[in-house]
């Protein structure tokens, strides 16, 4: 189903961005990890709304509810299920989209796919306000990754076409680059961080939006995690940034630029070290046919400028089935890179988890294999 993802971990969504409460569904996951609710709470605090001069005014809490799955502080391997209500809803602004779809949006496709009968307020089941159960999911299973000592930073390379300095992909600086989650946008370069916000500011005066650029690596991940073909770690960690709405581009390693080289230049060639096989480079983002290979996992996603703008847009009347004009009169980020830092973490947490649980999984099989 298109709200489910996961093999061995599987969450489910659920909720509209203005309906009374959203949630998430995890079930797979181990039983006696205990969750640190203070940092779940502190991690999600990052993705929610109201909180920056560059983000929509619309104000949640964001306060899980754990209604299932964890029993004194420890989950219990019984599927987790998180609630979050939604507090601060302004419906009327949404209340002509059903006949004058907004430009860029789902309006459209949500109408043909459900027959009409799809929630069209603040943009229902397709807004980026269901990327607070996903963080939630991402929370905890990010907890957990940390006890297999797996890591997983950020930072925004691009916003507006302003560059932030680059992640170190060999040798990263895992304690620095964690630490940006502290800043007031998670930027290297504090000069590119003033030009960002400028530039996210001057949109939102002029009733317009910008597109950005996140930078991910997920770090400790041992050799031999992942499958080939259909399976792969790009396939799966792909389809999850994919659901984060607005992400229009993944790339993987140094992605497009690597079309530019020559095999001798881009080719990443293994070495011995005190640390087993590394490579000299990691051009490849940390994957060969799908499998990780013991360097940092990278890639980068591509977020569109946000569809929703104050300026006015042509657009088509469904009723009269005439050309129109609409002005969007609802609260929305005019970036949306700014707030999704911590989604592509969270994405980035769950699908790996999801594939170590498989390896785990097939450990016995192999050692008892060898053992005959």
Wanted: aromatic share 6%.
């Amino acid at each position: 189903m298109s709200s489910m993802w996961g093999n061995l971990l599987t969450i489910s969504i659920f909720g509209e961005s203005h309906g009374p409460t959203i949630g998430v569904v995890i079930d797979g996951l181990p039983s006696g990890h205990h969750l640190d609710l203070d940092d779940i709470r502190a991690f999600m605090k990052r993705r929610a709304p109201g909180r920056t001069a560059w983000s929509t005014p619309r104000v949640e809490a964001d306060e899980p509810q754990i209604v299932s799955g964890l029993f004194e502080g420890y989950t219990t391997g019984t599927p987790l299920t998180a609630l979050i209500q939604n507090t601060d809803t302004r419906s009327g602004d949404y209340s002509e989209l059903q006949i004058k779809p907004r430009p860029g949006h789902a309006d459209l496709t949500g109408m043909v796919r459900y027959d009409g009968f799809n929630d069209p307020r603040g943009s229902g089941h397709f807004s980026g306000r269901l990327t607070a159960p996903l963080t939630f999911a991402g929370a905890v299973c990010r907890q957990i990754l940390k006890q297999h000592k797996i890591q997983i930073v950020s930072h925004i390379k691009e916003i507006a076409g302003i560059s932030d300095l680059p992640m170190d992909t060999v040798n990263p600086d895992v304690a620095a680059y964690a630490a940006l989650a502290d800043k007031p946008l998670p930027v290297i370069s504090d000069t590119a961080s003033e030009a960002m916000q400028a530039a996210v500011l001057d949109a939102k005066t002029n009733l317009d939006s910008v597109g950005g650029i996140i930078e991910t690596m997920i770090v400790g991940v041992p050799a031999g995690i992942g499958n080939p073909i259909f399976d792969g770690i790009e396939s799966r960690l792909g389809s999850l940034l994919f659901a984060i709405p607005a992400v229009k581009g993944v790339e993987f390693g140094d992605g497009f630029a690597v079309t530019k080289r020559k095999g001798s230049t881009n080719n990443d060639s293994p070495v011995f070290s005190s640390a087993g096989i590394r490579l000299m480079t990691n051009h490849g983002g940390g994957v060969d046919g799908g499998i990780s290979n013991g360097m940092p996992i990278s890639f980068r996603v591509g977020f569109k400028p946000t569809a929703s703008i104050g300026r006015e847009q042509q657009t088509i009347n469904l009723k009269t089935k005439t050309a129109e004009t609409l002005v969007i009169h609802g609260r929305h980020d005019p970036c949306i890179a700014t707030r999704a830092v911590p989604v592509v973490e969270a994405v980035a947490a769950i699908a790996t988890l999801d594939l170590l649980l498989e390896a785990e999984g097939r450990r016995p099989l192999a050692q008892r294999g060898q053992s005959n």
